[in-house]
């Protein structure tokens, strides 16, 4: 029988000695903090690098060999036909005296052959060259020239390409169909996209693509923050047994307490500090997210309730599942990189749902959606991905079930580690073999 | 009463037999010494007694019942691995190991205060373990196992680190406890502090229990036939007793055959000896010990 006094008094003593640590403070208040200003800070120097090279001008270079852009065609004009900053381009890039085709930002010039434009793409002159051989219209090939030990990714690169494409389209059916038609060609259809809800309300957005990101973006924020508490919760477990032993406090404690009530005491005091964690994290997210959702479109998002409002109950009970498992295999250990090794297997399949990330996002009350929710190590991750991703397709027995499921292997994870934990606790020095550890068990309550 | 009770108890380890069928009874009210050489089992016997570690066979009882953990509040207990959480305040690790003892938490507060002053440390409440020395650590140690006032006390090795200032203190605490009518286990090699301080001993030797009675009833019975005489010449040979030793006026005298020390002072007298003292010989605890170990082996 579990003396609740006892309990209690461990719990209050473990969670005052982790919340007063610089490294629970840090990771909990400091964290998102530094990780909101470094990913902010990294994000606008990238934005603000793509943003000037997607606007500035580009030059790049075409070789017609098939005749489809003729100089007769009137789509080529001098440098003095160019606007002044397409010029300062050219100057900066040291071209003169060449033929240009002007395509807003982007500039191609018009080369005779195929080693011509060749040397300018090895000067650097030009970003690329693109030849459309004689046989272009019965096979369809064009070579690109690109600099070799360029730059692996260019985003100018990518954006010359469906533009040349278009222009091919245009040139190939200029003439020969009406207007509108070559438009459709060009494209072909562009989307609106609109939400159909439960009750056949239309769900119009301002801005889908923001939308489309802060649903995926919120479950997963919420998955990995929860998974992220629980196992520095579960870490913090096993750092305070090893302090224990190196501390030598283990006979004191054990001859106070009950190896349950300091198992428990233990598991709630520190779970306690994780819940904390994991709250400060999940408004800090959610109020991120809710922030910049409004900054960037003014429309508002539905926030995942029913997630946030089980991953309380989630949380507790996949950390006293877990945290039951390594505090009584950490146990074992005899020092804490040893302890930390052999805890790591339950970490990795906590972890289970995030390998599979993808397949909940898109599919999170599909098979392995249902099938993740009911093993005790990755229900606690899986249910509240999906009970953000799409909260009416999960059924509330389903809830229930994987509730009671993992409740029962909680009960039974306590029930083992409190064994192990009394053998781990006592057997200091060497670690024991499996047949004495399971012997000694034998002879506890 | 019997505080502490041992029934045959079996316990092994992997295939080493720690304890073999060891039966032993502790008194309750008095000091009883727990000897044995290192690894003979003693700390063994005392972790069964805490219900740290379960017996292969046999049975405890605690105050004349089964074993419960709820008694086990009314036992102190100082290991002799000593421990403390480091960077905890005095205060507040007293306050834990008082509340996790059963004591309200204002009561345990109340209580490590009181204790840190009787230990000699009024003033380091506030401060954190790791800040005090080896000595200071380890009577703040004895503070978290007495402060609850345990009925039964079992001290493994209090006197190992401390100074002779604090081995007094230590000793006037088991005095204390003693008048108070507490029971105490102690634990230890200093065998010195056992004659002075133990009411009863017993012995474990190679995970079996050598000796076990009351202190004089054992030193008496490990004494052998000898008397220190201090005379004013040297010994003359006496009839029925054979001369050891002789170092200036005092004089070892081995008594044979059974001759009672009365009669051997009186032949002395009658050979025209001054006998000035006589001491019998009492075997010292350190003698005992290590007779017990030689014959054991």
Redesign the interface.
């Known amino acids: 029988m579990i003396r609740v006094a006892k309990v209690r008094a461990v719990a209050r003593f473990e969670f005052r000695n982790v919340v007063q640590r610089w490294s629970w403070v840090l990771s909990t208040f400091g964290l998102p903090l530094f990780f909101v200003t470094l990913s902010g800070t990294m994000v606008s120097i990238q934005g603000s690098f793509l943003s000037e090279r997607i606007s500035g001008t580009a030059v790049f270079g075409i070789v017609d060999h098939a005749g489809l852009l003729p100089r007769s065609a009137g789509l080529f004009h001098s440098e003095a036909d160019l606007s002044p900053a397409s010029r300062q381009t050219l100057d900066t890039l040291g071209l003169r005296d060449g033929l240009y085709l002007d395509l807003d930002s982007l500039l191609l010039r018009r080369y005779d052959s195929e080693h011509e434009a060749a040397r300018a793409v090895a000067r650097g002159e030009i970003g690329a060259a693109y030849v459309l051989p004689r046989d272009y219209l019965e096979r369809g090939h064009v070579r690109a020239l690109i600099r070799h030990g360029g730059p692996v990714l260019s985003v100018r690169a990518s954006t010359v390409e469906p533009v040349l494409r278009q222009l091919l389209v245009q040139r190939l059916l200029s003439g020969r169909v009406p207007p509108e038609i070559i438009d459709r060609v060009r494209e072909p259809m562009t989307i609106d996209r609109i939400a159909v809800t439960q009750d056949a309300a239309i769900h119009a957005s301002k801005n889908r693509m923001v939308e489309q990101l802060v649903r995926a973006a919120l479950p997963f924020l919420l998955g990995v923050l929860l998974l992220t508490a629980l196992l520095s919760s579960s870490a913090y477990l096993v750092q305070t047994i090893v302090n224990d032993k190196e501390n030598k406090v283990v006979e004191v404690l054990l001859s106070c307490a009950d190896p349950d009530e300091l198992l428990t005491g233990k598991l709630l005091g520190l779970g306690a500090a994780g819940l904390l964690q994991f709250a400060v994290w999940s408004a800090m997210v959610v109020s991120g997210a809710l922030m910049a959702a409004s900054v960037l479109s003014h429309f508002s998002i539905s926030v995942p309730w029913e997630a946030l409002g089980y991953a309380p109950i989630f949380f507790v009970l996949g950390y006293l599942f877990i945290g039951s498992l390594m505090l009584a295999t950490g146990s074992l250990g005899t020092s804490a990189p040893e302890a930390q090794k052999m805890t790591i297997g339950w970490a990795m399949l906590s972890v289970l749902p995030l390998m599979l990330i993808v397949v909940l996002l898109e599919e999170p009350n599909g098979a392995w959606g249902q099938l993740l929710s009911l093993i005790p190590f990755s229900a606690p991750l899986t249910m509240i991905v999906r009970l953000s991703v799409d909260p009416a397709g999960v059924a509330g027995w389903e809830i229930a079930l994987s509730m009671s499921i993992l409740l029962a292997s909680t009960w039974l994870a306590i029930r083992l580690g409190a064994r192990l934990f009394r053998v781990g606790l006592l057997l200091g020095g060497s670690r024991p073999s499996l047949r004495e550890i399971l012997r000694q068990a034998r002879l506890m309550r | 009463m019997v505080a502490l009770a041992f029934e045959a108890v079996d316990k092994s380890?992997?295939t080493t037999r720690s304890l073999v069928g060891v039966s032993l009874e502790i008194q309750e009210g008095l000091v009883t010494g727990l000897l044995g050489p290192n690894g003979a089992g003693k700390t063994t016997l005392i972790?069964i007694g805490?219900d740290?570690?379960?017996p292969?066979a046999g049975r405890v009882r605690l105050f004349g019942s089964a074993l419960a953990?709820e008694e086990?509040?009314r036992?102190g207990?100082l290991?002799e691995?000593?421990?403390?959480?480091?960077?905890?305040r005095v205060i507040?690790l007293l306050t834990?190991?008082g509340?996790?003892?059963?004591l309200r938490r204002a009561d345990a507060r109340a209580r490590g205060l009181d204790w840190l002053a009787r230990v000699g440390l009024p003033d380091v409440a506030k401060q954190r373990i790791d800040a005090l020395s080896k000595g200071m650590s380890q009577k703040v140690?004895l503070a978290?196992t007495l402060m609850t006032e345990p009925r039964l006390a079992i001290l493994d090795e209090p006197f190992s680190g401390l100074d002779p200032v604090n081995i007094e203190l230590v000793k006037g605490l088991i005095q204390d406890r003693r008048e108070a009518g507490h029971t105490t286990v102690l634990s230890t090699h200093m065998m010195d502090q056992v004659e002075v301080l133990c009411d009863r001993v017993a012995m474990v030797h190679d995970g079996h229990l050598v000796l076990d009675g009351a202190l004089e009833e054992v030193r008496q019975r490990y004494s052998v036939p000898e008397l220190v005489i201090v005379a004013d010449a040297a010994l003359p040979e006496i009839e029925g007793a054979r001369l050891l030793s002789s170092e200036g006026d005092e004089s070892t005298l081995e008594l044979l055959n059974g001759l009672e020390p009365a009669d051997a002072v009186a032949r002395l007298v009658e050979a025209g000896v001054r006998v000035r003292r006589v001491e019998p010989h009492r075997a010292s605890m350190e003698e005992i010990f290590l007779r017990v170990v030689r014959e054991a082996a």
């Open positions: 380890f992997g972790r805490m740290i570690i379960r292969d953990r086990l509040d036992i207990y290991p691995e000593r421990g403390l959480y480091r960077k905890v507040d834990y190991f509340e996790l003892k059963g140690q978290v």
